[in-house]
């Protein structure tokens, strides 16, 4: 009863509400609101890459047909399918496949089939790729990519309206390349152990594969030890790639920078990561230098064509220009 | 020229430009002034984005939520378990295990190649790529080679199989270059030949 006049009663928080509070919170951030055309040109990014590293990047994992049978060690996926035993005729099936399907899901025909397909032929493709004594990490987040991209609507490139689907279809992929990080740390420490960053770490992959770059370097372990803590202390702190503003933004260069550094010193490139690192950007305001056609999400028959949803930008995007939308819009 | 692309871009969330306009044509019992997605009520796991999904009939809506919701959990089930006591046989779900481990700066760096002789005389250094098989691989095949010197004899035939006839291998060793290590630095360098095959 002597209440302050203006003092709130207080909120009771039972364990309940806050639960469901933070699921909500979770599912704001996981299904975050980015604009559907970003998907789409990212899907369009994906697929070319995926034709480039089939015919350059990977092809080398054509000549595990080559290689005699019984190197093939099957991997539990392998193993439990059962894969084939890769031979010259099925890499040859496996890569035209994927050449095809990849090219028919850039030009959107039958995508989300295409998508699938492309997933499951670039998968064993993969498998293939590790099963010869040697397994890869940096194809996680491209696998993910392609795994999740189906699920998006691949038409209307100029929408620019806020998509869930797409929102998590690039969330997915960011979480992706941040765990490739952060989980790379971590198998530091556990395999290697905390030797990792007092030890030859770099001395040995320079003796392996270092470049004219590296190669001076290995006169000085002080300062690859230094290399050493840096790289783990950027992977632990990858997350924060996930972060808005200018942590975020640093972080993703930094990203950037680092590939650059461990390409010129090592001549790995890490191409399929670096390519899923773009999820990160607004890639759909990069204007290619050809003219685009533009097609509407729903469709030229759908009455649902110009009937907004509740939203100006959609659909009839594609018949307005930009300063036409923006008096629209004003006008209202 | 990669920035200029970029040019005016910044990477906080997208601000949307989004207005809503009266629409009776999915939620007809509404009116229209109450016609936004807004009025829906939320998907699990969160509220929603409020455009493209907002004509589509909630039912569906929650449908692919919960599928997305529970791809998403199991698929980062799988890389968190598979990291912390997977192996890489568990690929896809494999840890992250590139360069994960080390070597004492008073240790050896190995590094394999083959030698082969022809059938013509002719002595061969051969990087594992001529044979179409990766370093790393060959390193994560190292005890198989030792073990299994009959594995060279068919990586010589595939080899021959696809060169002239006088290139074909009469002679193929696996040796492993060892580079050792004091203070951090290299200091001297041997080989040791891990495995060979001669034709009889």
Not at chain 1, 18 to 33: D, F, H, K, N
Not at chain 1, 70 to 77: H, S, T
């Amino acid at each position: 009863m002597a209440r302050e006049i203006g003092r709130s009663k207080p909120v009771t928080q039972t364990p309940g509400a806050v639960l469901q509070r933070a699921a909500a919170g979770l599912g704001r951030w996981w299904y975050p609101s980015l604009p559907h055309n970003r998907a789409v040109v990212f899907r369009s990014i994906i697929y070319t890459f995926v034709i480039v590293d089939v015919l350059l990047t990977s092809f080398a994992i054509g000549w595990h047909g080559e290689l005699p049978g019984e190197l093939y060690q099957p991997l539990l996926i392998g193993r439990i399918l059962p894969l084939p035993v890769p031979t010259p005729l099925l890499l040859s099936v496996i890569k035209t496949a994927l050449l095809v399907f990849s090219a028919l899901a850039l030009v959107r025909k039958m995508p989300r089939l295409t998508g699938i397909a492309v997933f499951v032929l670039y998968l064993e493709w993969m498998v293939v790729n590790f099963s010869y004594g040697k397994v890869d990490h940096d194809r996680f987040a491209l696998l993910v990519a392609l795994a999740v991209l189906p699920t998006v609507s691949p038409n209307a490139t100029q929408d620019e309206g806020p998509d869930e689907a797409a929102g998590w279809a690039l969330r997915c992929v960011q979480v992706a390349v941040v765990l490739t990080y952060f989980m790379a740390a971590y198998a530091k420490l556990r395999f290697g152990g905390i030797e990792w960053l007092n030890g030859a770490t770099l001395v040995r992959a320079i003796l392996r594969r270092g470049t004219v770059v590296a190669d001076p370097l290995i006169a000085y372990p002080a300062l690859l030890i230094g290399a050493q803590y840096l790289i783990v202390a950027f992977e632990l702190a990858s997350p924060l790639m996930l972060a808005k503003g200018r942590l975020g933004r640093v972080l993703l260069w930094a990203a950037f920078a680092f590939h650059a550094g461990i390409y010129a010193t090592l001549r790995l490139s890490f191409i399929p990561h670096l390519v899923c690192l773009l999820a990160f950007l607004p890639v759909e305001r990069v204007r290619p230098p050809w003219p685009v056609t533009t097609r509407s999400r729903t469709g030229r028959g759908s009455p649902d064509r110009y009937s907004s949803q509740g939203h100006v930008c959609q659909g009839s995007a594609t018949k307005l220009s930009r300063k036409a939308l923006a008096e629209r819009v004003s006008t209202r | 020229m990669f920035r200029s692309c970029f040019s005016g871009v910044t990477f906080e969330a997208y601000r949307l430009r989004v207005v809503r306009v009266p629409s009776t044509e999915h939620h007809p019992q509404k009116g229209a002034a109450n016609a936004g997605a807004g009025d829906q009520p939320p998907a699990p796991g969160g509220s929603t984005s409020r455009a493209f999904t907002a004509g589509l009939p909630t039912a569906a809506r929650r449908r692919g939520r919960l599928v997305r919701n529970l791809l998403t959990a199991l698929v980062f089930l799988g890389v968190i378990t598979s990291s912390v006591w997977g192996e890489d046989d568990h690929f896809p779900f494999a840890p992250f295990r590139m360069y994960s481990t080390t070597t004492s700066p008073s240790g050896t760096v190995t590094m394999p190649h083959f030698e082969a002789v022809t059938v013509s005389g002719a002595r061969l250094e051969l990087e594992t790529e001529d044979l179409g098989l990766r370093t790393a691989e060959v390193l994560g095949l190292m005890d198989r080679f030792r073990r299994e010197p009959a594995l060279l004899r068919r990586l010589a035939q595939t080899h021959g199989a696809t060169g002239p006839a006088r290139s074909r291998l009469a002679e193929l060793s696996l040796v492993q270059g060892i580079h050792s290590l004091r203070d951090g630095r290299p200091d001297g360098y041997s080989e040791e030949i891990v495995s060979v095959w001669r034709e009889r």
